[in-house]
């Protein structure tokens, strides 16, 4: 038969494979429920990732914007001795975190209130570009970590499908195509044995019952 194990048809294989197809089934049923858990979970940050993306999107020309204004207005070599000496505006705290089996960064951000210049050329535009770009920063660590998470569940999702599908069509069914051939052995050899012992029951009758000769 197509797809059979290369086992011994005997009674204690087939009570073997009954029990491994049985943990197969039950293993099965737990990679389903975990592809149905995983991809409802990949579904909803699929829209949070979405609406998230797109927030950074129009923050980032609104810090764009201010930027190019506060260029314009300071040119870039203030631009660039405005910020010497400046201390990051922003503590970045990366930590794992599990959900369903599937580990990813979680990004923790804290800003700094801005810190003054003490420059006279300075213009109110360089504040404010310093002020956005602050915000989308915190955006983009939270945008970095919303799709380090949605792309490692979206992975595990394809691999618990393949293994779902796996077990569903091709393992499984090889132990039950095995397991209803040692059966149909088995009963062959049974019918076999029992036809024997006919005969022989047969034979042994008609051998009581010829009268012995003197």
């Known amino acids: 038969m ?5 086992v011994r048809p005997t009674k204690s294989t087939l009570l073997s494979l ?3 197809v049985s943990a197969l089934q039950h293993g099965h049923d737990l990679l389903e429920r975990k592809r149905e858990l995983l991809t409802r979970l990949v579904h909803q940050r699929l829209h949070s990732y979405r609406e998230l993306r797109s927030t ?8 764009y914007h201010w930027l190019a204004v506060a260029h314009m207005r300071m040119g870039g070599t203030q631009l660039h001795q405005a910020v010497l000496g400046l201390k990051p505006a922003l503590s970045v705290y ?3 975190r599990s959900s369903i089996g599937v580990e990813y ?3 923790t951000v804290e800003s700094s209130p801005l810190q003054p210049v003490g420059l006279m050329w300075t213009d ?3 504040d404010e570009a310093r002020k956005r770009m602050t915000e989308i920063a915190m955006l983009l660590a939270q945008l970095g970590e919303a799709e380090t998470a949605l792309w490692r569940l979206l992975n595990e999702q394809r691999k618990t499908q ?3 599908n796996a077990l569903k069509y091709n393992v499984i069914p090889s132990y039950q195509t095995t397991i209803r051939y040692i059966e149909s052995t088995l009963s062959e050899e049974e019918r076999n044995t029992l036809f024997q012992l006919k005969v022989m029951r047969s034979q042994l009758a008609a051998g009581a019952g010829q009268s012995p000769i003197g």
């Open 2 to 6: 197509k797809g059979r194990l290369k």
């Open 18 to 20: 009954r029990r491994q």
């Open 56 to 63: 950074v999107s129009e923050a980032l020309q609104g810090a």
């Open 94 to 96: 990366i930590l794992p």
């Open 105 to 107: 960064p979680t990004v």
């Open 124 to 126: 109110a535009s360089f």
């Open 162 to 164: 393949k293994r779902v």
